[in-house]
C-alpha cells in the first residue's frame, strides 16, 4: 500500500466537499485530477481518480443483528464510540438521537475526541453545539461541512489521524439518552504526511459577559489554522449585542490582527438579519429568536482559513464597547499541529439561560432630551433622538431615549429649548451620557454658566446625573445652551449624550 495520504491538495480534487481550503493547507502533494486547471473542474473532478487506503466504517449497529441499532447511555455514564490504532482520516459522522430535541441531553452529552493518544482531547464539545446549533435546540439547516436534516446530524469535518483515534460520550444529563444511533466512515492509512494537523473544536461560554471585555471564542497556542465559528448569543431584550466586532490576536499581537464591523457582518449578512434564518455553504444564521433576543449561527472559514504560527485568540464584542450584557456559547472549529494542548474547562452550566429583561426607567417629571430635537440648534455636527431600547450601558435610560451630538471638535454650541411649566426657582439636574468619545462641556443659560465644567469621559458608557445648580427659570422654553469646551485626554471624541432634564 502506498503511503501517501488519499485526499488531495487542490480543491477540485477533493471528495468531501467539507474540506476546499483545509486541505490545500494541509500541503499534501499528490497527482492532479483531470481537468483540475481547466475550465470545467469542479470539486467533482477527482471523483474517478484511485484511492488509497482500506474503507472503514464504526458504528452502533446492534452487533447481535436484533436492530437494537442504537447505544442506551445512562444518566453520567461514559461510552466509547470509537477506537482506532494506526494512521488514517475521519471522512463523515452522522449521529441521530432519542429523546428528539431534548435540550438537556443536546446540551449536556459531552463529546470529546482524542488523537495519537493525547492526554487531553482535541474536542471537547456538547453533542447539539458541536454540529452547529445552539441552546439545546434542533434546526434543519445545510452546510458544507455540517448539517442537520430531518432529524439526522451531520458532521463532514476531515479529521486525520496519526497514530490512533478515540471518541468518548459522556451523558451529563439528568436523564438518560434512550437511543444514541451513530455512523463513522473513515479510512485507514499506513500514515498520512507528518506535517498534517488534527482537528479541533472548542466550547466557551460566558453567562452573564463580562462588562468592558470581548467575549473570547478561542484561546490557544501552537501552530494552525483557525477554520469556522458557531456563536450562540441571548440577550435580556432586542437584538443590541450585534453591534460587536469581531476582534482577532494572531501569534500574540498586542492589536487586533483583524477587526470586523459588527456580528452580523462576521457572518457574512447585514442589518441584524433582517431577512431571518437561512443556510448556505459558509455561513448563516439557524435561530432567530426577537422574542426571547436568541441568534444562533455559523461561519466557516473554508476559503479564508485564519493561519497561526504561535497563537490565536478570537475575540468578539457583545455591542459596541461589550456593553450589553448577554449570554454567549460557541464553539471554535481549527486544526492545530502536535499535542493537543489543556482545554479550556467546560463551564458547570450547560443549560440554556432565559436572562431577566432589561428593566425600564422612568423619572417622574423627567424631560426627556430625545423630545427637544425638533426645536435644537447647534452650530457645527448633527444631532438626532437615539432609540435606546434595551442598550445596558448601566442599564436606566430615562423614556428609553436620549439625544446625541456628534462633533469634530472643541467649540460647537447646541442650544435646547427646555419647557417649563411655572416660573420659579428650580434645583436642575441634567441627566447625561458618558462613554469613551465624549467631551467635556459646559452648560449655560442665558450667557451664564450652569455649575461647572462636565467631563463627560468613561471607558463604558453609562448615564450620570450631573447637578447644575439652582436658577430661576420662566414659563415657557429655557434656552438651555452645551458648548464643547474640550476632551478628557484619554476620550476618543467630542461627543455629547444627554438623556433628560430633572427639575426639582
Not at 482537528?199 to 471564542?217: D, K, L, M, S, V
Not at 431571518?276 to 466557516?300: C, F, L, M, N, Q
Not at 439561560?353 to 424631560?367: C, E, H, K, Q
Not at 435610560?397 to 427646555?418: C, H, I, R, T
Amino acid at each position: 500500500m502506498k503511503t501517501e495520504t488519499p485526499y488531495p491538495a487542490t480543491a477540485p480534487q477533493t471528495p468531501w466537499l467539507g474540506a476546499l481550503a483545509l486541505l490545500a493547507a494541509l500541503a499534501v502533494s499528490v497527482q492532479q485530477a483531470p481537468g483540475a486547471n481547466t475550465g470545467y473542474a469542479s470539486p467533482l473532478s477527482g471523483l474517478a481518480e484511485p484511492r488509497e487506503g482500506v474503507a472503514m466504517h464504526e458504528g452502533s449497529w446492534d452487533r447481535k443483528h436484533q436492530n437494537d441499532d442504537a447505544l442506551h447511555v445512562k444518566a453520567g455514564e461514559t461510552v466509547t464510540l470509537f477506537s482506532h490504532a494506526g494512521a488514517g482520516c475521519i471522512h463523515r459522522f452522522w449521529v441521530t438521537i432519542a429523546p428528539r430535541e431534548d435540550a438537556a441531553i443536546l446540551s449536556q452529552a459531552i463529546l470529546r475526541m482524542y488523537w495519537d493518544g493525547d492526554e487531553y482531547p482535541s474536542v471537547e464539545c456538547p453533542i447539539g453545539a458541536f454540529f452547529g446549533v445552539g441552546f439545546g435546540e434542533q434546526k434543519d439547516y445545510i452546510s458544507m461541512p455540517l448539517d442537520e436534516t430531518s432529524g439526522g446530524y451531520n458532521c463532514y469535518w476531515p479529521m486525520p489521524f496519526h497514530r490512533s483515534a478515540r471518541w468518548t460520550l459522556t451523558n451529563g444529563a439528568a436523564k438518560p439518552i434512550d437511543s444514541f444511533y451513530y455512523n463513522i466512515d473513515y479510512t485507514a492509512l499506513d500514515s498520512v504526511p507528518q506535517d498534517t494537523r488534527c482537528f479541533h473544536a472548542q466550547f466557551r461560554r460566558e453567562n452573564p459577559t463580562a462588562p468592558g471585555r470581548n467575549y473570547t471564542i478561542l484561546d490557544t497556542i501552537g501552530e494552525g489554522h483557525y477554520v469556522g465559528t458557531a456563536l450562540f448569543m441571548a440577550g435580556r431584550g432586542g437584538l443590541y449585542f450585534l453591534e460587536g466586532n469581531e476582534m482577532v490576536y494572531v501569534d500574540g499581537a498586542a492589536t487586533p490582527s483583524i477587526e470586523g464591523t459588527g456580528t452580523e457582518d462576521y457572518f457574512c449578512s447585514g442589518w441584524y438579519f433582517d431577512r431571518g434564518t437561512y443556510s448556505a455553504p459558509y455561513h448563516g444564521v439557524i435561530i432567530k429568536d426577537e422574542k426571547r433576543s436568541r441568534i444562533s449561527a455559523y461561519r466557516w472559514h473554508i476559503e479564508d482559513a485564519i493561519p497561526f504560527r504561535k497563537s490565536i485568540r478570537f475575540t468578539i464584542e457583545h455591542g459596541t464597547g461589550n456593553a450589553v450584557t448577554a449570554d454567549y456559547s460557541s464553539v471554535a472549529y481549527y486544526y492545530l499541529a502536535g499535542p493537543s494542548p489543556a482545554p479550556n474547562p467546560l463551564p458547570k452550566d450547560l443549560m440554556p439561560s432565559n436572562l431577566a429583561p432589561v428593566a425600564t426607567l422612568n423619572i417622574p417629571g423627567a424631560i426627556e432630551a430625545e423630545g427637544l430635537v425638533s426645536t435644537a440648534r447647534a452650530t457645527a455636527g448633527g444631532f438626532w433622538a437615539q432609540d435606546m431600547g434595551p442598550w445596558e450601558y448601566g442599564e436606566g435610560w430615562s423614556g428609553k431615549g436620549a439625544l446625541f451630538w456628534y462633533v469634530d471638535n472643541a467649540g460647537p454650541e447646541l442650544m435646547l429649548q427646555v419647557p417649563v411649566s411655572a416660573r420659579g426657582v428650580y434645583d436642575v439636574v441634567a441627566r447625561v451620557a458618558t462613554g469613551p468619545s465624549f467631551g467635556v462641556v459646559q452648560f449655560g443659560l442665558g450667557g451664564n454658566p450652569l455649575g461647572g465644567p462636565v467631563d463627560l469621559y468613561a471607558a463604558v458608557m453609562a448615564p450620570k446625573d450631573v447637578a447644575l445648580g439652582r436658577t430661576a427659570l420662566v414659563a415657557g422654553n429655557n434656552p438651555i445652551a452645551v458648548k464643547i469646551i474640550s476632551k478628557n485626554p484619554s476620550a476618543l471624541g467630542y461627543n455629547v449624550g444627554i438623556d433628560a432634564f430633572i427639575l426639582r
